[in-house]
């Protein structure tokens, strides 16, 4: 059983940064790491991914180019820096571990075995 906590989330003005981190209990090479977002009212999204231990992002449309998703294996940690922040980034902010992910299913919350109680995130316009 893998445990991940969520931190570093917050109020924040539009336009700002905030940087989320995900600590695990375990982070082995085969341990691929999402971050998902739940919006007040919305189903929860993905947001961005970092696969296995070959550290190959992936992106949502919406946050390209403004989120870094990165990983410190040292630490069992991931991070992700958040630039630029809009009130459309606000949600719960849940980080999710999975063992077996190829690469095509980095999106699928279903491909992730263990997950986080997230951590809120509020940008004010």
């Known amino acids: 059983q893998v445990q991940l906590v969520e931190s570093g989330g917050g109020l924040v003005q539009a336009g700002g940064s905030l940087r989320l981190s995900c600590a695990a209990s375990e982070l082995t090479r085969t341990s691929t790491v999402g971050w998902f977002r739940q919006a007040p009212g919305k189903e929860r999204v993905f947001i961005a991914s970092?696969?296995?231990?070959?550290?190959?992002?992936d992106y949502a449309d919406s946050v390209k180019g403004r989120f870094i998703i990165s990983r410190d294996n040292a630490k069992n940690t991931v991070h992700l820096q958040m630039n630029s922040l809009s009130s459309e980034d606000t949600g719960v902010y849940y980080c999710?571990?999975?063992?077996?992910?190829?690469?095509?299913?980095?999106?699928?919350?279903?491909?992730?075995?263990?997950w986080g109680r997230g951590t809120h995130v509020t940008v004010s316009s």
């Open positions: 970092i696969f296995r231990n070959s550290g190959n992002p």
């Open positions: 999710a571990l999975g063992t077996r992910l190829i690469w095509s299913t980095v999106r699928q919350q279903t491909a992730y075995d263990y």
